[in-house]
C-alpha cells in the first residue's frame, strides 16, 4: 500500500477534527485530497453521530482492499477499511487500531460508477450494495437516482448522512484537474441536482469534496475544476439556483412614497 504510514497517522487526525466539529453541533465540510481522506472522516462521523447513511458520489467504487487493488493505491481502498463486512479481508494494519470498522455495507450508496475493478464488482455483487452506474442516471435520470439512493440507506432519514463527492465523478471536461478521470461522467448541472437533493433532504451531517488537484492540467483546467467543486459544495449547503433572497435586509432598496 502506497503511502501507507502517513495515511495511517494522518486519519487518526483527520478523524478526532470532524468528530470534534460534528459533536459541537456544526456541520463538516472536509475538502481533499486523496479520496483515502474518506476513511478519517467518516470514521470521525461515527463517533460523533452512530449509526450513518453514506453516499459516494464516484466514477469509481473505492472498496479495494491490499489484496484485491490492483495499483496499490490507498485512494482505491477506503470504503473497503470502513466497512464492517470486509474486515476480516483484511491483513492487521499497523497503527490504525484506532479505526474499527463499524459502518455496515447496507447502508452505503453509490452514484457515478464508470471504472469498477473486477473484484470491486464481485463485492458489490456478494453483498447487494446500492450502486447507481452511469447507465442507471441514463435510463432513470439523475433526479429519481438520488431519491432511490437516499431512501435505500436512509429510510427514515434518522441516519446522519455522509456524503463523500469525488470530483472525478464528473466528467473530465467539467473537471479536468484529477488525477484519475474517466470520460462519461456526470455533468456538473447533475451533479449539483445531486446535492440539491440531498440538502433538500434535511439530513447531511458532513461532506468530503475530493481528489481536486491544481497540479494536474492548464491554468483554465484547474481553474473549471475549482469553480465546479465550488458549486457542487454550495448546493449541499442550500445555495439555490434560482437565486437567493438578501440574508439581512428584507426590503427592496430605492422606494419612494409617492404623495
Ligand atoms: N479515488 C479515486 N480516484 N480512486 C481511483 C481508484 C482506481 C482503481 N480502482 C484503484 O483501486 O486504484
Ligand atoms: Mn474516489
Known amino acids: 500500500m502506497r ?4 495515511f495511517a497517522a494522518c486519519m487518526e487526525k483527520v478523524s478526532s477534527s470532524v468528530k470534534q466539529v460534528l459533536s459541537d453541533g456544526r456541520l463538516c465540510l472536509s475538502l481533499g485530497g486523496d479520496h483515502s481522506m474518506g476513511v478519517g472522516t467518516i470514521d470521525g462521523h ?15 467504487a473505492d472498496i479495494n482492499t491490499s489484496a484485491t487493488s490492483p495499483t496499490g493505491n490507498l485512494h482505491g481502498m477506503p470504503v473497503a477499511l470502513l466497512v464492517k463486512e470486509l474486515a476480516d479481508y483484511w491483513p492487521y494494519l499497523p497503527n490504525m487500531d484506532w479505526q474499527v470498522p463499524m459502518l455496515s455495507i447496507k447502508n452505503i450508496a453509490y452514484i457515478g460508477l464508470r471504472s469498477v475493478d473486477e473484484y470491486e464488482r464481485l463485492i458489490l455483487e456478494k453483498f447487494g450494495v446500492t450502486a447507481y452506474a452511469m447507465e442507471d442516471v441514463e435510463r432513470l435520470g439523475v433526479h429519481e437516482v438520488t431519491q432511490r439512493a437516499l431512501e435505500a440507506i436512509n429510510p427514515n432519514g ?16 467539467e473537471a479536468p484537474s484529477t488525477g484519475t478521470t474517466e470520460r462519461g461522467g456526470l455533468s456538473l448541472r ?12 434535511g439530513t447531511l451531517g458532513a461532506m468530503d469534496l475530493v481528489e481536486v488537484n491544481p497540479l494536474i492540467g492548464s491554468e483554465k483546467d484547474v481553474k473549471i475544476t475549482v469553480d465546479a467543486a465550488r458549486q457542487v459544495v454550495r448546493a449541499g449547503f442550500g445555495y439555490k439556483r434560482r437565486g437567493m433572497p438578501p ?11 409617492a404623495d
Not at 49 to 57: E, M, N, Q, S, Y
Not at 190 to 200: P, R
Not at 247 to 254: S, V
Open 3 to 6: 503511502e501507507y504510514d502517513d
Open 46 to 60: 461515527y463517533q460523533a453521530k452512530g449509526d450513518l447513511a453514506v453516499l459516494w458520489i464516484d466514477a469509481h
Open 158 to 173: 434518522e441516519r446522519s448522512l455522509h456524503v463523500s463527492f469525488d470530483i472525478d465523478s464528473l466528467d473530465p471536461l
Open 190 to 201: 447533475e451533479g449539483v441536482h445531486i446535492m440539491e437533493t440531498v440538502f433538500a433532504s
Open 247 to 257: 440574508l439581512l435586509k428584507q426590503e427592496i432598496p430605492g422606494y419612494q412614497k
